[in-house]
């Protein structure tokens, strides 16, 4: 028997800020958050939820805005 494991994300946001991350089998996502909550920086909720948009993209939207 086969099984695929895509992994888990899931975002804790408190008046709009993160404010932990829970990553399993999602090393990308667990860079984003752990750099979101070392530099006490935020992204939109609803950006950072929307799995359309790659996590490149809204790493270089945390770069270009600070």
């Known amino acids: 028997m086969?099984?695929?494991?895509?992994?888990?994300?899931?975002n804790h946001v408190?008046?709009?800020?993160?404010?932990?991350?829970?990553c399993?089998?999602?090393p990308p996502e667990f860079m984003l958050a752990k750099k979101l909550l070392s530099q006490k920086?935020?992204?939109d909720p609803s950006?950072?939820?929307?799995?359309?948009?790659?996590?490149?993209?809204?790493?270089s939207e945390l770069t270009s805005s600070g």
């Open 47 to 59: 950006r950072m939820a929307d799995a359309t948009i790659e996590v490149k993209q809204l790493m």
């Open 41 to 43: 920086r935020t992204l």
């Open 24 to 26: 399993v089998n999602r």
């Open 14 to 22: 408190k008046e709009g800020k993160l404010i932990a991350a829970d």
């Open 2 to 10: 086969f099984h695929y494991w895509i992994g888990l994300r899931i």
